[in-house]
Structure formats: C-alpha cells, structure tokens
C-alpha cells in the first residue's frame, strides 16, 4: 500500500511540471537570469521579434529574430526601430548578430549557449537561462 502511495504521489508531481519545448519559447514573456536567479533582462517576444527591457537601458532594445529551427536563432538589433546606444548591442550588431543553442529545458527555463563569431576569427561563448513568465 504504501509503494502505491508513493508512486502517485511521484505520478502528481511529475504531472504538475510543465513539460516545455523549443516551440514554446518563441512567443510570450521570458526573463533572462542572473547566475544568483534574480531578473537581468525581460523580454516580450513575438514570432521574429522581440523587446528587451533591462536597467541598464531606459529605453526597451528592439532586436530582430532569425529562426535557424526551433532550438537555435540568430538575434540583432533591429535599427530600423530605435538608436543604436548599448556597447554589447553594439559589438553584437557589428558582427552579424548572436547565435543563440538551446543547451536543455528544465522545468519553465531554458539553459542555452550564446555565441558571438569576431572578425578575427575569435567566438565569444556564454551560457544563460531563460525562464517563461
């Protein structure tokens, strides 16, 4: 009796987590974390678009979405909808944009590999989450 307790009592909880695919990050509301879990950057997105507010920036980023598949896009800062002014939006829009790779989706968050590609031949890495609001 009480194996069949604890199997539908594990059966509950893995039916409460949601069970996320690429798909389901290309449109809605998402957070960027901080390696302490706090809030860096929200961003709304739609299919080929997206808004990034942070504080860095009193003015929300307008960036443009390449989708490669589902898993994988190219972002770049869409100038064509307000003034180009952060440094790393800057570097990032010299150099034909970041190569975003979803590395695993756990839960609501998406761990992913950012990867920008220098004209001198070097990549710049970087690893971050991105949880669904």
């Keep these: 009796m009480k ?3 604890l199997i539908l009592i594990f059966i509950g909880f893995n039916a409460c987590q949601p069970n996320l695919t690429c798909k389901d990050f290309k449109t809605g509301t998402f957070y960027i974390m901080n390696d302490d879990n706090s809030i860096y950057t929200t961003i709304v997105r739609k ?3 997206q808004l990034e ?3 860095q920036n009193a003015q929300p980023t307008h960036i443009a979405i390449e989708w490669i598949d589902d898993c994988t896009y190219l ?3 869409d100038r064509t909808k307000s003034l180009l002014e952060d ?3 800057k570097l990032m829009s010299e150099n034909n944009g ?3 790779q979803k590395i695993n989706i756990s839960g609501n968050c998406m761990t992913y590999k950012a990867t920008l590609n220098l004209p001198n ?3 710049q890495e970087q690893i971050g989450k991105m ?3």
């Design 87 to 89: 440094t790393k939006v």
């Design 131 to 133: 949880c669904k609001g």
């Design 98 to 100: 970041l190569l975003i």
């Design 53 to 55: 507010f942070s504080e």
């Design 75 to 77: 972002i770049n800062y």
């Design 121 to 123: 031949g070097e990549k």
């Design 3 to 5: 194996k069949v307790l």
């Design 47 to 49: 299919e080929n678009s």
